[in-house]
Protein backbone atom coordinates (compact mmCIF):
# COMPACT_ATOMS: atom_id res chain seq x y z
CA UNK A 1 0.00 0.00 0.00
CA UNK A 2 1.35 3.48 -0.74
CA UNK A 3 2.09 5.84 2.28
CA UNK A 4 3.53 9.39 2.34
CA UNK A 5 5.76 10.90 5.30
CA UNK A 6 5.96 15.12 5.37
CA UNK A 7 8.76 15.97 8.57
CA UNK A 8 8.56 17.65 10.92
CA UNK A 9 5.44 17.92 12.33
CA UNK A 10 5.56 21.09 13.30
CA UNK A 11 8.90 24.26 13.13
CA UNK A 12 8.90 27.44 14.83
CA UNK A 13 11.44 29.20 13.11
CA UNK A 14 12.70 33.09 13.41
CA UNK A 15 12.25 35.68 10.49
CA UNK A 16 15.06 35.76 8.02
CA UNK A 17 15.97 31.83 8.57
CA UNK A 18 15.76 29.10 6.04
CA UNK A 19 13.43 26.31 5.56
CA UNK A 20 13.43 22.86 4.53
CA UNK A 21 10.47 20.61 4.03
CA UNK A 22 10.70 16.90 2.87
CA UNK A 23 7.61 14.85 1.72
CA UNK A 24 8.15 10.84 0.26
CA UNK A 25 6.56 8.66 -0.91
CA UNK A 26 6.07 4.85 -0.86
CA UNK A 27 4.48 1.90 -2.34
CA UNK A 28 4.08 4.02 -5.88
CA UNK A 29 6.56 5.05 -9.27
CA UNK A 30 6.23 8.10 -10.33
CA UNK A 31 3.91 9.79 -8.77
CA UNK A 32 2.51 13.61 -9.04
CA UNK A 33 3.29 15.11 -6.38
CA UNK A 34 1.85 18.88 -5.14
CA UNK A 35 2.60 21.19 -2.26
CA UNK A 36 -0.24 23.16 -0.57
CA UNK A 37 -0.49 25.73 2.40
CA UNK A 38 -3.21 26.28 4.42
CA UNK A 39 -3.49 29.66 6.73
CA UNK A 40 -5.44 29.34 9.25
CA UNK A 41 -8.89 28.86 8.65
CA UNK A 42 -8.65 28.95 4.88
CA UNK A 43 -8.91 26.94 1.97
CA UNK A 44 -5.98 25.36 -0.22
CA UNK A 45 -3.44 27.07 -2.05
CA UNK A 46 -1.70 24.99 -4.49
CA UNK A 47 2.26 26.14 -4.15
CA UNK A 48 3.88 23.56 -6.79
CA UNK A 49 2.97 20.54 -8.04
CA UNK A 50 5.90 17.86 -10.07
CA UNK A 51 5.01 15.62 -12.59
CA UNK A 52 8.78 14.02 -12.74
CA UNK A 53 12.47 14.73 -11.38
CA UNK A 54 13.72 17.93 -11.57
CA UNK A 55 9.86 19.03 -13.07
CA UNK A 56 8.35 21.60 -11.14
CA UNK A 57 5.80 23.68 -11.71
CA UNK A 58 4.70 27.22 -9.46
CA UNK A 59 1.20 28.16 -9.15
CA UNK A 60 1.95 31.41 -6.98
CA UNK A 61 5.08 33.63 -7.50
CA UNK A 62 6.57 33.78 -3.52
CA UNK A 63 8.95 33.19 -1.29
CA UNK A 64 9.01 29.67 -1.63
CA UNK A 65 10.83 27.10 -3.96
CA UNK A 66 10.33 23.18 -4.46
CA UNK A 67 13.26 20.92 -5.86
CA UNK A 68 12.79 16.71 -6.52
CA UNK A 69 15.56 15.07 -6.33
CA UNK A 70 13.97 11.20 -6.63
CA UNK A 71 10.94 10.18 -7.61
CA UNK A 72 9.38 9.64 -4.76
CA UNK A 73 10.82 12.43 -2.69
CA UNK A 74 9.78 16.60 -3.02
CA UNK A 75 11.13 19.81 -0.56
CA UNK A 76 9.97 22.36 0.17
CA UNK A 77 12.64 25.37 1.11
CA UNK A 78 12.88 29.24 1.43
CA UNK A 79 16.08 31.19 1.72
CA UNK A 80 14.61 33.44 4.23
CA UNK A 81 11.22 33.07 5.84
CA UNK A 82 9.04 35.96 6.03
CA UNK A 83 5.94 36.45 8.60
CA UNK A 84 3.53 35.51 6.35
CA UNK A 85 5.11 32.16 5.52
CA UNK A 86 3.21 30.32 8.67
CA UNK A 87 0.60 28.02 7.74
CA UNK A 88 0.04 24.42 7.52
CA UNK A 89 2.09 22.50 5.29
CA UNK A 90 0.58 19.62 3.24
CA UNK A 91 2.10 17.36 0.72
CA UNK A 92 -0.07 15.45 -1.80
CA UNK A 93 0.22 12.22 -4.94
CA UNK A 94 -1.61 11.36 -7.41
CA UNK A 95 -1.51 8.68 -9.57
CA UNK A 96 -2.40 8.27 -13.40
CA UNK A 97 -3.36 5.04 -12.39
CA UNK A 98 -5.43 5.80 -9.36
CA UNK A 99 -7.26 8.24 -11.09
CA UNK A 100 -7.54 11.87 -10.62
CA UNK A 101 -7.69 11.82 -6.60
CA UNK A 102 -4.75 13.08 -4.06
CA UNK A 103 -3.57 11.46 -1.06
CA UNK A 104 -2.46 13.65 1.66
CA UNK A 105 0.25 13.97 4.40
CA UNK A 106 -0.05 14.50 7.78
CA UNK A 107 1.09 17.88 7.46
CA UNK A 108 4.19 20.33 9.03
CA UNK A 109 2.50 23.79 11.10
CA UNK A 110 5.41 26.30 10.32
CA UNK A 111 5.14 29.24 12.95
CA UNK A 112 7.62 32.42 11.96
CA UNK A 113 7.94 34.24 14.58
CA UNK B 1 -12.87 28.98 -16.44
CA UNK B 2 -13.71 25.92 -13.73
CA UNK B 3 -14.74 26.80 -10.46
CA UNK B 4 -16.23 25.15 -7.40
CA UNK B 5 -18.64 27.04 -4.86
CA UNK B 6 -19.31 25.61 -1.43
CA UNK B 7 -21.74 27.04 0.83
CA UNK B 8 -20.15 29.51 3.71
CA UNK B 9 -19.38 27.92 7.26
CA UNK B 10 -19.47 27.06 9.92
CA UNK B 11 -22.35 25.01 9.48
CA UNK B 12 -23.78 23.90 13.61
CA UNK B 13 -26.16 20.78 14.07
CA UNK B 14 -26.50 18.75 17.04
CA UNK B 15 -26.30 14.99 17.14
CA UNK B 16 -28.43 12.60 14.57
CA UNK B 17 -29.44 15.64 12.76
CA UNK B 18 -29.06 15.60 8.64
CA UNK B 19 -26.90 16.85 7.30
CA UNK B 20 -26.54 18.64 4.02
CA UNK B 21 -23.64 20.63 2.23
CA UNK B 22 -24.15 22.49 -1.07
CA UNK B 23 -21.42 22.15 -3.52
CA UNK B 24 -21.85 23.01 -7.28
CA UNK B 25 -19.37 23.81 -9.86
CA UNK B 26 -18.72 24.98 -13.35
CA UNK B 27 -16.31 23.35 -15.78
CA UNK B 28 -15.64 22.49 -18.93
CA UNK B 29 -15.90 18.80 -20.40
CA UNK B 30 -16.47 16.33 -17.57
CA UNK B 31 -14.88 16.55 -14.46
CA UNK B 32 -14.78 13.80 -11.85
CA UNK B 33 -16.07 15.28 -8.35
CA UNK B 34 -14.48 14.86 -4.90
CA UNK B 35 -15.25 15.26 -1.55
CA UNK B 36 -12.21 15.81 1.42
CA UNK B 37 -12.96 15.73 4.92
CA UNK B 38 -9.89 17.55 7.09
CA UNK B 39 -9.99 16.73 10.81
CA UNK B 40 -8.16 19.26 13.27
CA UNK B 41 -4.53 19.18 12.95
CA UNK B 42 -4.44 16.92 10.15
CA UNK B 43 -3.91 16.14 6.41
CA UNK B 44 -7.68 15.84 4.00
CA UNK B 45 -8.70 12.42 3.68
CA UNK B 46 -10.84 11.50 0.21
CA UNK B 47 -13.98 10.56 1.80
CA UNK B 48 -15.86 10.06 -1.37
CA UNK B 49 -15.69 10.70 -5.53
CA UNK B 50 -18.11 10.79 -8.69
CA UNK B 51 -16.63 10.16 -12.09
CA UNK B 52 -19.52 10.51 -14.23
CA UNK B 53 -22.85 12.19 -13.78
CA UNK B 54 -25.76 10.45 -12.03
CA UNK B 55 -23.08 8.12 -9.98
CA UNK B 56 -23.41 8.23 -6.43
CA UNK B 57 -20.52 8.27 -3.89
CA UNK B 58 -20.81 6.55 -0.59
CA UNK B 59 -18.89 5.73 2.69
CA UNK B 60 -18.83 6.06 6.03
CA UNK B 61 -22.97 6.69 5.76
CA UNK B 62 -21.82 10.05 3.44
CA UNK B 63 -23.35 10.20 0.39
CA UNK B 64 -23.25 12.49 -2.18
CA UNK B 65 -24.74 12.68 -6.21
CA UNK B 66 -23.59 14.17 -9.91
CA UNK B 67 -26.11 16.24 -11.12
CA UNK B 68 -24.82 17.66 -14.58
CA UNK B 69 -28.23 19.01 -14.89
CA UNK B 70 -27.58 21.28 -11.81
CA UNK B 71 -24.13 20.87 -11.65
CA UNK B 72 -23.93 20.24 -8.14
CA UNK B 73 -22.09 17.69 -5.56
CA UNK B 74 -24.21 17.77 -2.40
CA UNK B 75 -22.83 16.14 0.65
CA UNK B 76 -25.26 14.18 2.63
CA UNK B 77 -25.69 11.92 5.48
CA UNK B 78 -29.30 10.74 7.32
CA UNK B 79 -27.48 11.05 11.54
CA UNK B 80 -24.47 12.97 12.29
CA UNK B 81 -22.01 12.11 15.33
CA UNK B 82 -20.07 14.38 17.06
CA UNK B 83 -17.03 12.62 15.13
CA UNK B 84 -18.06 14.42 12.29
CA UNK B 85 -16.83 17.90 13.26
CA UNK B 86 -14.49 19.00 10.87
CA UNK B 87 -13.92 20.73 7.28
CA UNK B 88 -15.27 19.28 4.40
CA UNK B 89 -13.97 20.13 1.18
CA UNK B 90 -15.55 20.37 -2.62
CA UNK B 91 -13.28 19.09 -5.61
CA UNK B 92 -13.41 19.04 -9.32
CA UNK B 93 -10.53 17.14 -11.44
CA UNK B 94 -8.97 20.17 -13.50
CA UNK B 95 -6.85 17.82 -15.17
CA UNK B 96 -4.03 15.23 -15.07
CA UNK B 97 -2.15 16.78 -12.62
CA UNK B 98 -4.08 19.50 -10.82
CA UNK B 99 -7.60 19.54 -8.62
CA UNK B 100 -9.94 22.65 -8.38
CA UNK B 101 -10.80 23.18 -4.49
CA UNK B 102 -13.76 24.93 -2.82
CA UNK B 103 -13.08 27.20 0.21
CA UNK B 104 -14.31 24.33 2.37
CA UNK B 105 -17.11 24.49 4.92
CA UNK B 106 -16.25 23.92 8.64
CA UNK B 107 -19.01 21.18 10.42
CA UNK B 108 -19.58 21.64 13.87
CA UNK B 109 -21.78 18.93 15.54
CA UNK B 110 -22.96 19.53 19.47
CA UNK B 111 -23.82 16.36 21.49
Known amino acids: SQTIHQWPATLVQPVGSPLSLECTVEGTSNPNLYWYRQAAGRGLQLLFY??????ISSEVPQNLSASRPQDRQFILSSKKLLLSDSGFYLC????????????FGPGTRLTVT | GNSVTQMEGPVTLSEEAFLTINCTYTATGYPSLFWYVQYPGEGLQLLLK???ADDKGSNKGFEATYRKETTSFHLEKGSVQVSDSAVYFCALSYSNYQLIWGAGTKLIIKP
Open chain 1, 92 to 103: AWSAMDRGYEQY
Open chain 2, 50 to 52: ATK
Open chain 1, 50 to 55: SVGIGQ
